[in-house]
């Protein structure tokens, strides 16, 4: 999707603009930060532009997402200014990247990526009807996103049409909801699974009377 990942609210269709980060949510490797407040000097000219164009990001885009200014951004573009480090990071956390990632520094050898249910980083978005948590890595370019997704009584998540071919694939931890996808509809109890088009106008509903527990794979063709 011009969005890939899903919206929530009790009822609420999701849009084009990539999910805003708090600033400073990235996650940042500490021995390659300097002290706050210092220029942060690596090359993001190139990589700035490089990453709108995957995106297809105009520079209001990417300052509505970051919190930077569209005249800071064109200067960062055109090597006219130094970032400071607090900069660098609401730049990261807007495409979603680590500070490593954004600047393409080498990552420590590890084989294990864990991601703690406390990370804020990983919270997508949270109201008093639905909440969204990732469940795979922010900073990959891939096919298949995994989410947990809770409702809570009455609660929806409505999504527009994603790219075309993609489905999603659902497992109901705790509750009963019920999908909708291009004109069918059928409900979910705990240990029920479904697969569905979404790249129609789709719908998780919990019907039942106790918080839902949604385990949620998006599958990219």
């Known amino acids: ?8 609210s009790r009822s609420v269709r999701s849009s084009s603009p990539k999910p805003r ?21 690596p090359r993001l000219a190139d990589r700035l532009r490089q990453l709108r164009a995957e995106r297809n990001w105009s520079l209001e885009t990417l300052a509505g997402a970051s919190g930077v200014s569209r005249s800071m951004l064109s200067q960062i573009e055109r090597d006219q200014a130094n970032p400071t480090l607090a900069v660098t990071l609401r730049i990261a956390a807007a495409f979603q990247l680590s500070l490593s990632d954004l600047l393409q520094m080498p990552a420590a ?21 639905c909440r969204i948590r990732t469940l795979s890595p922010l900073n990959l370019e891939k096919d298949v996103e995994f989410y947990e997704v809770r409702l809570e009584p009455q609660g929806e998540l409505r999504s527009t049409a994603h790219y075309r071919g993609t489905r999603e694939f659902l497992t109901v931890q705790k509750g009963q909801v019920r999908i909708e996808s291009a004109g069918e509809n ?13 790249d129609v106008p789709h719908a998780l509903i919990n019907v039942g009377r106790a918080p839902a527990l949604l385990l949620l794979v998006v599958i990219y063709t």
């Open 21 to 41: 980060l708090a600033a400073g949510a990235a996650d940042a490797t500490p021995s390659a930060q300097p002290a706050a407040g210092e220029p942060f000097e």
């Open 186 to 198: 059928e409900v979910l109890a705990a240990g029920d699974s479904a697969s569905y088009r979404a």
């Open 109 to 129: 050898s590890r084989s294990m990526m864990v991601i703690r249910a406390a990370d804020q980083t990983y919270h997508f978005r949270s109201d008093q009807h």
């Open 1 to 8: 999707m011009a969005s890939r990942r899903p919206a929530s």
